[in-house]
């Protein structure tokens, strides 16, 4: 059974920091390219992150670029996304998606809310 597992999620005020986890399970991780997306209220789900399945380096969106990091383990079968100097804008659910070929998974979603 495939899951992706998101965990890490929370309240944190203005300029804190998260990290978020994906925990994979139910295929070979390895081959697949990882993503983080997030969906705000009312808007549409957007990317934010990603990672091949191999590379150690990723690519970001314009919004998040010098905040965020998004790094995998193999070993582990997760991805991280490091997030600094958050901003209200940033509140979203924020979810996994792991894609290889045809093949494409995402995971239920953990809520980011920034507030002071």
């Known amino acids: 059974q495939v899951q992706l597992v998101e965990s890490g999620g929370g309240l944190v005020p203005p300029g804190g920091s998260l990290r978020l986890s994906c925990a994979a399970s139910g295929f070979t991780f390895s081959r697949y390219a990882m993503s983080w997306y997030r969906q705000a209220p009312g808007k549409e789900r957007e990317l934010v992150a990603r990672i091949s399945e191999t590379t150690s380096s990723a690519g970001y969106a314009d919004s998040v670029k010098g905040r965020f990091t998004m790094s995998r383990d193999n070993g582990k079968d997760t991805v991280y996304l490091q997030m600094n100097s958050l901003r209200p804008e940033d509140t979203a659910v924020y979810y996994c998606?792991?894609?290889?070929?045809?093949?494409?998974?995402w995971g239920q979603g953990t809520q980011v809310t920034v507030s002071s």
């Open positions: 998606h792991a894609f290889w070929k045809r093949f494409d998974y």
